[in-house]
């Protein structure tokens, strides 16, 4: 993983996710934690490019990082805007009506 750890703040901000959120990490890699936490304080959706670059990690642990979180739905994979843009990510919905919100979509 990158120079960036998930921080003390880092933490108190996970700790407003719901609890099963929270659980379902636990389970998790850290780089997961990481790129969670990315999407949850993102003010918009984020290509793998953008979260690797945030999380200053490598595009391999991102995109693993998204196949664990989507294989625990935490995340939602949609189409980019444009014609020819990478899919962006975001926090799933069910989540984001459970727990803090990252963009309105």
């Not at 890699?29 to 790129?35: D, F």
């Not at 993102?42 to 670059?53: G, N």
């Not at 990510?89 to 989540?95: G, K, Q």
Request: net charge negative; proline share 7%; hydrophobic share 40%.
């Amino acid at each position: 993983m990158g120079d960036r750890a998930v921080s003390d703040a880092d933490s108190l901000a996970l700790a407003t996710a719901p609890e099963d959120v929270r659980d379902r990490l636990d389970d998790l890699p850290l780089s997961c934690r990481l790129v969670y936490l990315t999407l949850m304080t993102a003010e918009a959706p984020l290509s793998a490019p953008e979260l690797s670059e945030a999380t200053v990690s490598a595009s391999s642990t991102v995109r693993h990082a998204l196949q664990d979180l989507a294989d625990a739905d935490l995340v939602e994979r949609r189409p980019g805007f444009g014609s020819g843009s990478p899919n962006v990510w975001t926090i799933a919905r069910d989540e984001r009506q459970n727990g803090p919100k990252n963009a309105d979509l």
